[in-house]
């Protein structure tokens, strides 16, 4: 068992802790999405499908996903529920954004999901397209199993 609240730290708006990772460093990053209306959420999910798989303002789809092989083991995107602090009763959708990497790797894994969060180019419909048939065809897959 860890003392969790003697080893918490807020760093530059960051909380950090030192629970053992086995020396993997796992930043997440979260937005609230309470004002999102159903519709938005949806569309909100599937942008977590894109993410990543899209090229942004500053490199191709190719370099980045390259880039997020050479310095990360894991990144990833999704919508889900965060209960209140103070009133476990009420949630609120929220959407995360998480790296896993190497301690030295941390500030390549922050900026690689700040350029897919901010500078993902969404103006390519066929890739879109293409994705969205990916998606569907593995869930009709899981459906059939």
Known sequence: MYNILGDLQIHSGILLHQLPCSGIVYPRIAFSLSDFTAEELVQ???????FGKLPTDRCSAL????EIKRYTGRMGFSISLRSH???????????SAHVAVLPENVEKGLSLLAEILFH????QQEKIEEIAQQIELAVDRKSVV
């Open 44 to 50: 909100a999910n599937m942008l977590c499908s894109l």
């Open 120 to 123: 993902t180019d969404f103006s």
């Open 63 to 66: 370099t980045l996903q390259q």
């Open 85 to 95: 602090p103070k009133d476990p009763s009420r949630c609120a959708p929220m959407l």
